[in-house]
């Protein structure tokens, strides 16, 4: 596709219930990245792939959170037993090979909503 | 590790005002710093990027930076306000040893332009 590409939009589920968020980044892009914004704050970086490299997992917040990526495509951030803190807009983004100097392309995001 | 901070959370000014919005950063070498944007119900958009060389840097909609490594600041000014400039405003970071890390983002700051 032409940008990144995030599903669903918008996420309304019982505290308790598992939430699977999707990630489509941009053609040929390597790095893809995941981050939470919380109302009124700002990005907190969640979790980064980049190539067949080990995930740097150090800004999952709990083990709740988990997230996996095929090859250099689709990626999915799961959230375990939701809780209500863990509404949110879920941003994911990606860039070409993951160096500081690109560009990140960002997609619209879901809102999760935790009942 | 690197960090950033914002330290307006909400900025008002009126349309055709000078703005400068503040950006600190914590990190051991030169740091990659970059200004994003996010207008309501749009994506996160680059505005600019310092890297090396000039310390005052251009971005678009007439935007501008100037990174002070004495300061370890990278603040963001424009001239002259246009109301379309309602949005908020992310300061990031990137550093790490490698080519390949992640993008640190600030807490944000609002901006609100009165006509």
């Known amino acids: 596709g032409a940008g990144v590409s995030q599903s669903p939009s918008n996420k309304v589920t019982e505290k308790g219930k598992d939430v699977e968020l999707r990630c489509d980044p941009i053609?040929?892009?390597?790095?893809l990245y995941w981050y939470r914004q919380r109302l009124g704050q700002g990005l907190e970086f969640l979790i980064y792939?980049?190539?067949?490299?080990?995930?740097?997992k150090s800004g999952l917040p709990s083990d709740r959170f988990s997230a996996e990526r095929t090859g250099e495509s689709v990626s999915t951030l799961t959230i375990q037993r939701t809780q209500q803190e863990d509404s949110a807009v879920y941003l994911c983004?990606?860039?070409?090979?993951?160096?500081?100097?690109?560009?990140?392309?960002f997609g619209s995001g879901t809102q999760l909503s935790v009942l | 590790a690197q960090s950033v901070t914002q330290p307006d959370i909400h900025i008002t000014v009126s349309e055709g005002a000078s703005l400068e919005l503040r950006c600190n950063y914590s990190?051991?070498?030169?740091?990659?710093l970059f200004w994003y944007v996010q207008s309501p119900g749009q994506g996160l958009q680059l505005l600019l990027k310092?890297?090396?060389?000039?310390?005052l840097v251009q971005g678009i909609k007439g935007f501008e930076a100037e990174f002070k490594r004495s300061q370890s600041s990278f603040n963001l000014r424009k001239p002259s306000v246009h109301w379309s400039d309602a949005a908020e405003y992310f300061c990031?970071?990137?550093?790490?040893?490698?080519?390949?890390?992640?993008?640190?983002f600030g807490p944000g700051t609002s901006l609100s332009v009165i006509p």
């Open positions: 983004a990606s860039s070409l090979v993951g160096r500081v100097d690109e560009k990140l392309f």
């Open positions: 053609s040929g892009h390597t790095a």
């Open positions: 792939f980049q190539g067949n490299s080990a995930p740097d």
């Open positions: 990190y051991g070498a030169t740091p990659y």
């Open positions: 310092y890297f090396s060389g000039d310390t």
């Open positions: 990031a970071v990137g550093a790490g040893k490698t080519s390949y890390d992640k993008v640190i």
